[in-house]
């Protein structure tokens, strides 16, 4: 019945011109809307990174530079300029809040997931063509479906709701591969190619703007692989024009590295050497993780549809080089996304530093791999392996619902949020999310059991759906409501409170979010001993006679002060915020 339905609905659309191309576009801004724009800028920026990147862009329009990335007045050469410019933008046209700071990572996103479907709606409809058939919901349902699990992951929707660099980089390292291979397929079926090579060209500059030289790498790794496989690199390479596309890239990308460096002597050593080579062959800042981090990242980031994986690279006999070597280009599609996510994949399980958002940059391929997949349950029997995969779906949505229910009591103590376990806990966010999980996996047993395959993959995204609006959403106010709220607060009251020339501290910690939202510079300081000294010394100098210290209440006491010392001038959450005075008691 439920077949029967989408068939009626995409021949109907399919007779269409125009409302295929208003469906298209509404369901793209529908999935995209709730995932990543939806609540986008309702709560505060979250230590430590995004702040950061927030303040270096507000500095730009500050200080009138938009070379040299500045924090806290010291340079930021962790990433290049382009996040930075666009955040920047933001600013100048909604002004400086958070909707601006993260705005660049929503709608890169969005625009990957838009690329994503029309590249998967136009393979279809050259399968088609090929196959001498007419297959609506086929062309219609799969990009429907793949874009939809390409916003309702864990992954996508955190950094695509962060405003950080990790989905620009994304955006424009997808949408590049995308480009090359609607450039490569339509180059053999008599369509316009130039434009899509122009533009491969174009998102990997953005990509090197982005965060530099894995900005190609990663594209020109992927792409070299999926060429050497099929026997045909030298031919693609000639029908590219490599050399007037390396001339774009340099000449969009390196202006802004020869500024930076002409005006900073350091930036290559920081930039090049710390950010980017040592990275790979060291562990920087504590990132270490064991060889098989990056199969738990993908396992959780891509959920559910994760456990479809193995049974998706399965179904595409990647080892059967010669037929794939005849195959027309459009229907190479498949075998393209394969090599995408294993480069990706294995690039960064070598590299020694890791973190979650490094793979991030797959999954618009994971997406695309489930979706074919599905395209093949839609025509075909499913394969063994399809059928196990569906009641390891079961297993792993029952078992996410059982853990959930168990959330509070394995939450740790935390000396930013002390009261967050409790205040969890009593929302009933936990339970919320373990009914609807629940729920999912009965369904997928009943459809699993009826052998209704073809809406395994909807159940599992109208779950995740429920679960984003009820549960993630509300946690995230949460979250806010205990660990930012407070640092904003006491942000507002130290702007209305700060007198001239005196000097805000932070002791014991380090929060950012302190500098954009006081719009001030904020000193650090890790120990209570450099504290006290500091102190001491600042109060000492007759032209300042006091200083504001942001810190936890247990530290006035532990750097040596007592109440006739401090001011307190607000308290809220884990914090206070006080005025050290050259004479005490003030």
Not at 91 to 100: H, M, P, S
Not at 106 to 135: N, P
Not at 434 to 446: N, P, Q
Request: hydrophobic letters at 50%; one cysteine or more.
């Amino acid at each position: 019945m439920i077949n029967r339905a989408l068939d009626d609905w995409y021949q109907y659309i399919n007779k269409r011109p125009a409302l295929a191309v208003a469906y298209s576009v509404l369901w793209v801004v529908l999935v995209c809307g709730l995932a990543f724009f939806w609540h986008l800028g309702s709560i505060g920026l979250i230590d430590e990174t995004e702040p950061l990147f927030a303040e270096a862009s507000r500095q730009m329009i500050v200080r009138n530079d938009w070379i040299t990335p500045f924090f806290n007045d010291e340079t930021r050469f962790d990433k290049p300029a382009l996040v930075y410019w666009f955040q920047a933008i933001g600013y100048l046209i909604i002004g400086v809040n958070e909707w601006a700071v993260r705005i660049p990572s929503a709608v890169a996103a969005m625009a990957t997931i838009g690329l994503s479907f029309y590249t998967l709606q136009w393979y279809f409809l050259k399968r088609d063509a090929l196959e001498g058939v007419t297959l609506p919901t086929r062309r219609w349902f799969i990009p429907s479906l793949a874009a939809a699990m390409m916003a309702f992951n864990a992954s996508m929707l955190v950094w695509g709701r962060t405003g950080v660099s990790d989905m620009l980089l994304t955006g424009c390292i997808a949408s590049s591969l995308l480009c090359f291979f609607l450039g490569y397929a339509k180059q053999q079926e008599g369509e316009a190619s130039s434009g899509w090579y122009f533009a491969f060209y174009v998102l990997v500059a953005g990509a090197i703007l982005t965060k530099g030289p894995i900005g190609i790498v990663l594209p020109g790794l992927v792409i070299a692989a999926f060429l050497f496989y099929l026997g045909n690199f030298f031919e693609v390479l000639r029908e590219i024009r490599l050399i007037p596309g390396l001339l774009i890239i340099f000449g969009l990308s390196a202006p802004w590295y020869m500024l930076v460096t002409w005006r900073n002597n350091d930036y290559i050593d920081s930039f090049f050497g710390y950010h980017n080579v040592e990275r790979f062959t060291d562990v920087v800042n504590g990132h270490q993780a064991p060889w098989f981090f990056y199969f738990i990242v993908v396992l959780l980031g891509f959920a559910p549809y994760s456990v479809y994986l193995p049974s998706a690279m399965l179904n595409l006999k990647f080892w059967q080089r010669g037929n794939w070597r005849h195959k027309p280009r459009v229907e190479q599609l498949s075998l393209f996304a394969f090599m995408w996510f294993l480069c990706v994949f294995g690039f960064f399980t070598i590299a020694v530093t890791k973190l979650p958002s490094y793979v991030l940059p797959l999954m618009p391929a994971c997406a695309i791999l489930v979706g074919i997949l599905w395209a093949d349950v839609l025509t075909k029997s499913p394969t063994p392996g399809f059928r196990f995969s569906a009641w390891v779906n079961i297993i792993f949505v029952s078992a996410c619902s059982a853990a959930l229910f168990y959330v509070p009591k394995l939450l740790g103590y935390d000396p930013a949020a002390p009261n967050i376990a409790q205040t969890i806990q009593q929302s009933n966010i936990t339970v919320v999310s373990g009914i609807i999980w629940l729920v999912c996996a009965i369904v997928l047993a009943f459809l699993v059991l009826r052998k209704y395959w073809v809406t395994l993959i909807g159940t599992n995204l109208i779950a995740f759906a429920l679960f984003l609006v009820f549960a993630l959403t509300p946690a995230l106010f949460i979250l806010d409501g205990e660990r930012q709220l407070p640092l904003r607060k006491l942000s507002a009251v130290a702007v209305q409170n700060i007198q001239p020339q005196e000097e805000l501290i932070m002791v014991g910690f380090k929060k950012p979010t302190v500098a954009f939202y006081t719009q001030r510079r904020v000193t650090y300081i890790r120990t209570n001993q450099a504290a006290s000294q500091y102190i001491l010394n600042k109060t000492a100098k007759n032209n300042y006679s006091s200083v504001l210290v942001l810190t936890q209440p247990k530290k006035f006491l532990e750097m040596g002060l007592q109440p006739t010392d401090y001011k307190v001038l607000g308290d809220s959450g884990a914090y206070r915020l006080a005025r050290v005075a050259k004479k005490p008691g003030f």
